[in-house]
């Protein structure tokens, strides 16, 4: 299944009524927000920088002006919406709506009542996950993962996040399971935004690799990186420019990629032999961007560290692709 698979293919479908469902996808660097029917078919969306300014306050109306974009697409209203799910990174107290600890959100180092704040500003019940988690819930659901009892997803983006599927449940611990991104790949390693050091996130991290081309620059080092997303008018190295210097063979951002790789088979051959679980899916921006290929990279570098390496997990990319926190986050919303 890929995007155009869930794609409207008839006006019809925008008539669902109450049964129309709201999904958003809160990254570091992007907002991606739909509308999907019953049958779970995206009828429109919409996509947004994520704001650096303004705090949470600066988040919550980007998520709101998103959404509207989104059902605007789809012909309806957001008052046609039984509700909206919200998939955000950081430790989710879905009870209470709230977000702590998102450190790749301005504004979210502490807690933020973000399910009350979306609510009253769109005027529809809101619904919170964790980004990768409801991901995750959409992959087992609609994606590459359907018929596993048990997987590790990964979603490598801005940051590097993760979750369980266990017997066919997310395993949420105590509300901050599956956090493969602060995996300690190497003790005294690089340091991580979380402040800790040899984290999985501090060497795969799309923004850790970002800040470290930027010392490498510094130092004299050579690369068409910045040079790119300049002129796609972007003020980071995005996932399209990550792939397009690694298919050029630009020097530093091969360096970092292979770093990256060498610490995502690390880190995930050590959950793998942790929980034996069945698959691996790979997801968010660099991992969908990259595609099969660097999956099986990343499959042929936790070859070396798994204690049963003759009975390795399938590694393959998320079907849902680009949309596919969105549409997880959609399946938060509850009939009301």
Known sequence: MDERDLMPTSPIQKSSGPRLRGGIDLGGTKIQAI???????????????????????????????????????????????????IGSPGVIDAHLGTVTAARNLAGFNET??????????????????????????????????????????????????????????????????????????????????????????????????????????????????????????????????????LAKEDRVAVHLIDRAVRALGVGLASAVNLLDVEAVVIGGGLGTRFGEPMAERIAAAMLPHLLLPDKPPRVSVSRLGDLGGAIGASLLVRSS
Not at 42 to 61: C, E, F
Not at 66 to 83: K, Q
Not at 211 to 217: D, F, I, S, T, Y
């Open 35 to 85: 509308v999907v029917g019953a049958d779970h078919q995206v009828l429109g969306k919409a996509r947004a920088k994520t704001p650096t300014d303004n705090g949470a306050t600066g988040v919550v109306a980007a998520l709101a002006s998103t959404l509207r974009e989104a059902a605007d697409a789809a012909g309806c209203e957001v008052s046609a919406l039984t509700g909206v799910g």
């Open 112 to 245: 933020v009542a973000m399910a009350a704040l979306v609510s009253d500003a769109l005027g529809i019940p809101c619904f919170l996950g964790n980004d990768v988690g409801v991901a995750l819930d959409g992959e087992a659901k609609l994606g590459s993962v359907v018929n596993a009892h048990s997987f590790l997803g990964v979603w490598w983006g801005t940051g590097i996040g993760g979750g369980f599927v266990v017997d066919g449940k997310r395993w949420l611990g105590r509300g901050a399971a599956g956090e493969i991104g602060h995996v300690v790949v190497k003790m005294g390693g690089a340091r991580c935004s979380c402040g800790r050091r040899g984290c999985l996130e501090a060497y795969a991290g799309r923004r850790s690799m970002e800040a470290l081309a930027q010392k490498l620059v510094d130092r004299g080092e050579s690369t068409r990186l910045f040079k790119w997303a300049e002129k796609k008018g972007r003020d980071h190295v995005t996932s399209s420019v990550w792939a397009k210097a």
